[in-house]
């Protein structure tokens, strides 16, 4: 973390500080379009079904559930599709890419080619895309983009998810849209400095990219060795097949490491990358009698 000077803290954040981290975001995902700074991905995934008039959206399920939920709560009739296939003719449709909880990948072909296949709008929520950057889309919209967005967090990567930072790239019309529907001061102070710190420390994202590779390498050893099965994942979080989940949830637990369990699953367990010095605890809760 940078240091941050009194006035970061005693002082309303100032428009300058916001334009300086929206192009920082703009050369880290390699992107012409505009990028809006939001609290959070979470932040975007409330105001986006704003964005049009309510009608038929379509998820790419099982996913991250708050995408349905927040449409649903606008008005929006919403069905869950098993692929990309299953998006055509809806008005809004989302996809999770790299998707949570099984890692699913779609090639930016096809998330591009959604964009003649959706009534409105398609929305790319790429939240734990910074492992895989050669996966985004986002470079690939310009200003006139007006039939796609993209997500993306800040606080997942860089381990900093208590700043509440996150990131929309979108066309000049939608980018005015969220930012008024934002008001002002979406930002804290302490995030528009650590944000724009980080998003420029080039040395810093490429070794942890090789560390996540190897780690995550590390706990799919430690799953095999009690018998549970890749499901899928990202270098950020690996989703397990497992015996029964919510015995695995309450063992775990009982060894202080918490997991994610899905109603939609009696097997899958999801866990995130432990810290560094958190390995040994993990260990013993996963091999714990």
Known sequence: M???????????????????????????????????????????????????????ACVVAPTYNEHAAALRAQGWHVAEVASPQGLAGADLAVVVSPNNPDGRVLSQSTL??????????VVV??????VTPDASVAACL????????????????????????????????????LRDMAGPWANSGPALVAGQAALADTQWQTTTRARLATEARHLDSLAAEV???????????????TPNAA?????????????????YSNHWLRLGLPAPSGWAQVTWAMQAK
């Open 2 to 56: 940078p240091a941050l000077t009194p006035q970061v803290l005693a002082r309303l954040p100032c428009s300058d500080a916001v334009r300086a981290l929206e192009k920082a975001a703009q050369a880290y995902f390699g992107t012409t379009a505009p990028v809006v700074a939001l609290s959070g991905a979470q932040a975007a995934i409330q105001l986006v079904p704003r964005l049009r008039k309510p009608g038929q």
């Open 112 to 121: 591009l080619g959604l964009r003649d296949r959706v009534g409105l709008l």
């Open 142 to 177: 310009t200003p006139t983009e007006e039939r796609m967005l993209v997500l993306r967090s800040f606080g997942k990567f860089f381990g900093l998810a208590g700043l509440r930072l996150g990131f929309v790239i979108a066309g000049d019309v939608q980018g005015r849209m």
């Open 247 to 263: 015995a695995a949830q309450a063992q775990l637990a009982r060894g202080h490491v918490w997991s994610r369990i899905f109603p």
């Open 125 to 130: 929520d790429e939240s734990f895309a910074d």
């Open 227 to 241: 018998g549970w099965a890749l499901v899928g994942g990202t270098s950020l979080f690996r989703t397990y097949h």
